[in-house]
């Protein structure tokens, strides 16, 4: 009989465009690092190169690490990829009549993803590809009413208005199988009031697979989210057909490869709000924009474990800068999610990216002097220094002295100084008749000022004051640069943690296992409202918990979770009646069976609203609206757990000390102390100017800087 292996390691895995970073938590909570450069052909490659970087730390092998392993958790930029190279799946769609142009108007959205210059320039815009072809289009008749503000005048929400013609279904589905769609889906109009047409719609099409002896999934719009906005829950729909079942199929590569070396377990990935879930999970579609959501889970983490309400987490890697607010100790989460110039409806994280990076290409015009960043990056390439035939940021960082040719990414990629200098002088410096490193100073304050503009423009538009607010710095290169956002924008304090260049890993091991339902009512509170009506209402929020419940329960039992193990997180989507926004909050009510409970409902939205805005900012006098209610089913998993160090005193260990290196910084040559960061320790203050390096990042310190090390090794990063 084999011997038992106990179960003591989590593993979390964050695949960018360019790294792979790897999160290794061991037992006491101790955890080890990797980063590898991701394989874009077959992702288990540079899955297993982060996870042996991380395991080699521990003197042991990622085969060990599998077999002791609780879970593995995988996210990565594959449904993004299956976009931009037109690889989805062949797509069938059932509409209700009159509708067939759904795919194809989008809207007008055609501006997504794009700089405000060519969002101005309307005339050039261009539609995002289609992810079903018209011809795979096709109709039937029927309709049910989805009610009215003037609810005693109209058709009761969710009222058959026109029965559905069964006939018109089964010619649709027969069309689309002889057409060989490999997914179908199915939206009508009213599904999310009654979704009994559109389940009606996906039985036949599922028994007519079956009688055909295939296996092609059937999925209709009311099991992605059952809530309005036709072309955004048609576009949600349409990633999940055209996305879901290609990426899950390179998901099982790695499941396949981490089962190989002894994993016991399925493996996870990470959804767009938050949960950690199975490959397996039915609306895979929601992990479509994960990858930035783990910096963000992981900022909740530690801003809870240092108890700071408002914090802003800033992460700059090789492709994007991505900025999330943490206020008043909440994450917000957006109903209307951009992704890859979609517009979606399902919930994620906000989360606002310009694109801004170490791969980033940079350009010089001779003719009208003007220097730009992008948008184009190379990715794993990195930059002349390494593979690409582009100048980068990163050639620049490398230019400047800032980095160590010999030890980047711990020695393990081979960069070349020499070449990046010389192409920044011929490509950038020449044409301008300019100094190589004027120019590359140049090139990091625009840079520098694009960063601070984006995130001034996330808090001043919400309100809010920056002096309020913790800057929490990561990824690759946000420590690197964080000198020059540090003197454009003066936070409450910056802070840095020890494992900042793979921290989205951290945040995706520190994911709960949950699945989200979200589902539409029709809800409003006015003050001359009688209390018969009230708790009508209140009815109608208990009855939507209550089937989310049930489909928690169902789902997490099919992920092998019992019931016993599950509990319920509650929340409501509100606004006053005449705004715009809604704002999303969880309450601490499951059911609303009196008007007490229906005040601590309406409470818990008041609450928060006055967390983020002036109490004068407040307006009851005009109602109150729910548009959504959603229920998050959870279910219990290990979390990382963050470790406390004797404090040893200012003076840092001379062992850390690796001596001195020239830099061209603030106009001149300026010498640079030296230091290991894996060896400083808990107390420790290292003035400026000074390069503390990492094997996978590195932090610069300005003269006018100091930064110093509390117990939990967290960098505190100040100004003298």
Request: charge should be negative.
């Given at each position: 009989?084999?011997?038992?292996?106990?179960?003591?390691?989590?593993?979390?895995?964050?695949?960018?465009?360019?790294?792979?970073?790897?999160?290794?938590?061991?037992?006491?909570?101790?955890?080890?690092?990797?980063?590898?450069?991701?394989?874009?052909?077959?992702?288990?490659?540079?899955?297993?190169?982060?996870?042996?970087?991380?395991?080699?730390?521990?003197?042991?092998?990622?085969?060990?690490?599998?077999?002791?392993?609780?879970?593995?958790?995988?996210?990565?930029?594959?449904?993004?990829?299956?976009?931009?190279?037109?690889?989805?799946?062949?797509?069938?769609?059932?509409?209700?009549?009159?509708?067939?142009?759904?795919?194809?108007?989008?809207?007008?959205?055609?501006?997504?993803?794009?700089?405000?210059?060519?969002?101005?320039?309307?005339?050039?815009?261009?539609?995002?590809?289609?992810?079903?072809?018209?011809?795979?289009?096709?109709?039937?008749?029927?309709?049910?009413?989805?009610?009215?503000?003037?609810?005693?005048?109209?058709?009761?929400?969710?009222?058959?208005?026109?029965?559905?013609?069964?006939?018109?279904?089964?010619?649709?589905?027969?069309?689309?199988?002889?057409?060989?769609?490999?997914?179908?889906?199915?939206?009508?109009?009213?599904?999310?009031?009654?979704?009994?047409?559109?389940?009606?719609?996906?039985?036949?099409?599922?028994?007519?697979?079956?009688?055909?002896?295939?296996?092609?999934?059937?999925?209709?719009?009311?099991?992605?989210?059952?809530?309005?906005?036709?072309?955004?829950?048609?576009?949600?729909?349409?990633?999940?057909?055209?996305?879901?079942?290609?990426?899950?199929?390179?998901?099982?590569?790695?499941?396949?490869?981490?089962?190989?070396?002894?994993?016991?377990?399925?493996?996870?990935?990470?959804?767009?709000?938050?949960?950690?879930?199975?490959?397996?999970?039915?609306?895979?579609?929601?992990?479509?924009?994960?990858?930035?959501?783990?910096?963000?889970?992981?900022?909740?983490?530690?801003?809870?474990?240092?108890?700071?309400?408002?914090?802003?987490?800033?992460?700059?890697?090789?492709?994007?800068?991505?900025?999330?607010?943490?206020?008043?100790?909440?994450?917000?989460?957006?109903?209307?999610?951009?992704?890859?110039?979609?517009?979606?409806?399902?919930?994620?994280?906000?989360?606002?990216?310009?694109?801004?990076?170490?791969?980033?290409?940079?350009?010089?015009?001779?003719?009208?002097?003007?220097?730009?960043?992008?948008?184009?990056?190379?990715?794993?390439?990195?930059?002349?220094?390494?593979?690409?035939?582009?100048?980068?940021?990163?050639?620049?960082?490398?230019?400047?002295?800032?980095?160590?040719?010999?030890?980047?990414?711990?020695?393990?990629?081979?960069?070349?100084?020499?070449?990046?200098?010389?192409?920044?002088?011929?490509?950038?410096?020449?044409?301008?008749?300019?100094?190589?490193?004027?120019?590359?100073?140049?090139?990091?304050?625009?840079?520098?000022?694009?960063?601070?503009?984006?995130?001034?423009?996330?808090?001043?538009?919400?309100?809010?004051?920056?002096a309020e607010f913790t800057l929490l710095v990561y990824g690759a290169a946000g420590p690197l640069h964080l000198w020059g956002l540090e003197r454009a924008i003066e936070f409450a304090e910056v802070i840095v943690v020890p494992w900042a260049a793979v921290f989205s890993s951290f945040g995706v091991a520190a994911a709960d296992y949950f699945h989200r339902y979200d589902k539409a009512v029709t809800f409003f509170l006015?003050?001359?409202?009688?209390?018969?009506?009230?708790?009508?209402?209140?009815?109608?929020?208990?009855?939507?918990?209550?089937?989310?419940?049930?489909?928690?329960?169902?789902?997490?039992?099919?992920?092998?979770?019992?019931?016993?193990?599950?509990?319920?997180?509650?929340?409501?989507?509100?606004?006053?009646?005449?705004?715009?926004?809604?704002?999303?909050?969880?309450?601490?009510?499951?059911?609303?069976?009196?008007?007490?409970?229906?005040?601590?409902?309406?409470?818990?939205?008041?609450?928060?609203?006055?967390?983020?805005?002036?109490?004068?900012?407040?307006?009851?006098?005009?109602?109150?609206?729910?548009?959504?209610?959603?229920?998050?089913?959870?279910?219990?998993?290990?979390?990382?757990?963050?470790v406390s160090y004797p404090i040893q005193g200012k003076e840092p260990p001379k062992k850390a000390y690796k001596g001195q290196r020239d830099a061209f910084f603030d106009g001149g040559w300026i010498t640079f102390d030296l230091w290991e960061q894996d060896l400083l320790e808990a107390g420790n203050r290292i003035d400026g100017p000074a390069i503390i390096e990492h094997t996978m990042t590195t932090l610069l310190i300005?003269?006018?800087?100091?930064?110093?090390?509390?117990e939990h090794k967290f960098m505190r990063y100040k100004r003298k």
């Open positions: 009989m084999a011997e038992k292996v106990e179960e003591r390691f989590i593993i979390a895995l964050d695949a960018g465009g360019s790294m792979t970073d790897c999160f290794l938590v061991g037992e006491d909570g101790q955890f080890s690092t990797g980063k590898f450069l991701t394989n874009h052909e077959d992702e288990s490659v540079s899955y297993l190169g982060s996870l042996n970087d991380a395991a080699a730390r521990w003197g042991m092998t990622t085969a060990q690490i599998h077999q002791a392993a609780r879970s593995s958790t995988y996210t990565g930029t594959a449904m993004v990829n299956i976009l931009v190279t037109r690889s989805g799946s062949k797509v069938g769609l059932i509409v209700t009549r009159g509708f067939a142009q759904l795919p194809i108007i989008e809207r007008g959205l055609t501006w997504i993803g794009q700089s405000y210059e060519d969002i101005l320039h309307q005339q050039l815009h261009e539609h995002t590809p289609w992810m079903v072809q018209p011809e795979n289009v096709k109709e039937v008749t029927e309709r049910v009413s989805v009610g009215s503000y003037y609810m005693a005048h109209h058709y009761f929400p969710g009222q058959v208005v026109i029965p559905l013609v069964e006939s018109e279904a089964v010619q649709a589905v027969r069309e689309l199988l002889d057409s060989g769609v490999e997914v179908i889906g199915v939206l009508t109009l009213g599904s999310y009031a009654n979704p009994q047409h559109e389940m009606r719609i996906a039985e036949i099409a599922r028994e007519m697979v079956q009688q055909r002896g295939l296996d092609t999934p059937v999925v209709a719009s009311y099991e992605m989210c059952a809530v309005p906005n036709e072309t955004e829950r048609l576009k949600t729909l349409l990633i999940q057909c055209y996305t879901a079942e290609v990426a899950r199929r390179k998901y099982f590569r790695v499941e396949e490869a981490a089962r190989n070396e002894g994993y016991k377990h399925e493996l996870l990935t990470l959804l767009g709000y938050g949960a950690a879930a199975t490959i397996r999970y039915p609306k895979l579609a929601e992990a479509a924009i994960s990858g930035p959501v783990g910096g963000l889970l992981g900022g909740k983490f530690i801003a809870d474990f240092l108890n700071v309400p408002n914090m802003v987490c800033w992460d700059l890697g090789c492709t994007t800068c991505d900025v999330g607010l943490i206020a008043g100790g909440l994450l917000p989460v957006r109903k209307e999610p951009e992704f890859s110039g979609h517009r979606l409806r399902m919930p994620m994280i906000a989360i606002d990216s310009i694109g801004a990076g170490c791969s980033h290409v940079v350009h010089a015009d001779p003719v009208t002097k003007r220097i730009t960043i992008g948008p184009e990056s190379v990715k794993a390439d990195l930059g002349t220094m390494y593979v690409s035939d582009q100048t980068t940021i990163g050639d620049i960082d490398l230019t400047m002295r800032y980095l160590d040719p010999d030890y980047y990414l711990g020695g393990t990629i081979k960069v070349n100084r020499d070449r990046a200098e010389a192409e920044l002088t011929k490509r950038i410096a020449e044409p301008l008749g300019q100094d190589v490193f004027d120019v590359c100073s140049k090139i990091l304050e625009l840079l520098h000022a694009r960063v601070a503009d984006h995130i001034n423009g996330v808090l001043l538009s919400r309100g809010l004051n920056p006015t003050p001359d409202m009688t209390d018969d009506i009230k708790m009508y209402q209140g009815s109608m929020l208990s009855q939507a918990w209550q089937e989310m419940e049930e489909r928690g329960y169902q789902e997490l039992e099919a992920e092998g979770i019992p019931p016993d193990e599950v509990f319920f997180r509650h929340g409501i989507s509100c606004r006053y009646i005449g705004q715009l926004s809604n704002w999303e909050v969880p309450v601490e009510v499951s059911r609303v069976s009196s008007l007490e409970d229906l005040d601590k409902v309406i409470g818990a939205f008041e609450k928060h609203y006055t967390k983020i805005y002036p109490a004068g900012a407040r307006f009851p006098e005009s109602g109150y609206q729910i548009t959504e209610v959603y229920v998050e089913a959870v279910a219990r998993k290990p979390k990382p757990v963050i300005p003269p006018q800087n100091y930064v110093e090390l509390d």
